[in-house]
C-alpha cells in the first residue's frame, strides 16, 4: 500500500512539474540571430528569459448544452418564418464593382418580427445588421465569395438561416 502511494505521488510530482529549458540567443558574424537550447559559442550565446505560457483547456463540444429553454425558444420563433434569403445579388452571379462595394438584399417570409434583424455574413464572417433588408458592404476584395443571411433576435441569437449564395466580384486592375 505504501509502494503504491509512493508510486502514485511520484507520477502525480512528475505531471504537475513545470518543464523549463533554457534558452540562448546567438548572433553570427553576418549578424544572423538564431536561438538554441544548446549554445555552440558561449561567448557570443546570451541567455534568454521565457516566461510560461498561458494555456487553457476548453470542454468537450459535447458537455456544453445548450439551454432548454433557449432551444425552444428558437424553434418557436424560427417556425415563423416560412423562409429567409437573398433577392440581390443572386447566386452564381459575377458582376463588376471598381469600388467593390456590395449592396445585399434580403427578404423574408413574413416579414421580420419586431425585435429581430437581418444579419449578413461573407465568407463565414458578421458584416452587417439591418431591419430594412438591405446591407451594404464596402471594399470586397476580388474574387468568389459566399454569403450569409439569417434573422438574429435582439440577443444575437439565431432564429432561422437561409440559404448561402456564390458570387464573383469583378474589379479593374494594374494588371489588366
Known sequence: MVRRLIFVSG?????FTPVS?????QVDAQGNVTFTDEPSDQSTAEKVE??????VTLPRPEAVREPQQLREKVEKEGAAYSNV???APQDEQAFHSGSGNVAFQVTSSPG?????KYEVTL????????????VSVRNIF???????VSIID???????????????????????
Open 123 to 134: 465568407d463565414g464572417q458578421p458584416v452587417g445588421q439591418s431591419t430594412s433588408g438591405t
Open 50 to 55: 521565457i516566461r510560461p505560457v498561458t494555456t
Open 85 to 87: 434569403r437573398f433577392t
Open 21 to 25: 529549458a533554457e534558452v540562448f540567443r
Open 154 to 176: 435582439s440577443a444575437g441569437v439565431t432564429i432561422k438561416s437561409g440559404d448561402t449564395i456564390s458570387f464573383t466580384v469583378h474589379r479593374p486592375s494594374v494588371l489588366n
Open 112 to 116: 421580420l418580427k419586431n425585435g429581430h
Open 11 to 15: 507520477i502525480t510530482l512528475l505531471f
Open 142 to 148: 476580388r474574387g468568389t465569395h459566399q454569403a450569409g
